[in-house]
């Protein structure tokens, strides 16, 4: 059963992610790019002023090698 995911701001989802280990390195245009050390590739957060969508926050999370239930403990 999937469970649903709150409406997040980006601010909230960078902060969970750095919760789990991931540093923000830099900022390229309007996007946050955080990493982690043994992750081989960045991922990329959109740093716009309005709610991300929740496609995009379940393609985060699974970039991040999470669970939705072990993302929703971080927040």
């Known amino acids: 059963m999937r469970q649903d995911l709150p409406v997040l701001k980006p601010k909230e989802v960078v902060a969970a992610l750095e919760k789990a280990g991931f540093e923000v390195k830099r900022r390229t245009g309007s996007h946050v790019i955080v990493y982690k050390l043994?992750?081989?590739?960045?991922?990329?957060?959109?740093?716009?002023?309005?709610?991300?969508?929740?496609?995009?926050?379940?393609?985060?999370?699974?970039e991040a090698g999470l669970t939705v239930e072990e993302f929703m403990k971080l927040l």
């Open 38 to 62: 043994g992750f081989r590739r960045p991922i990329s957060i959109p740093q716009h002023p309005r709610d991300l969508p929740k496609g995009t926050i379940r393609a985060i999370i699974r």
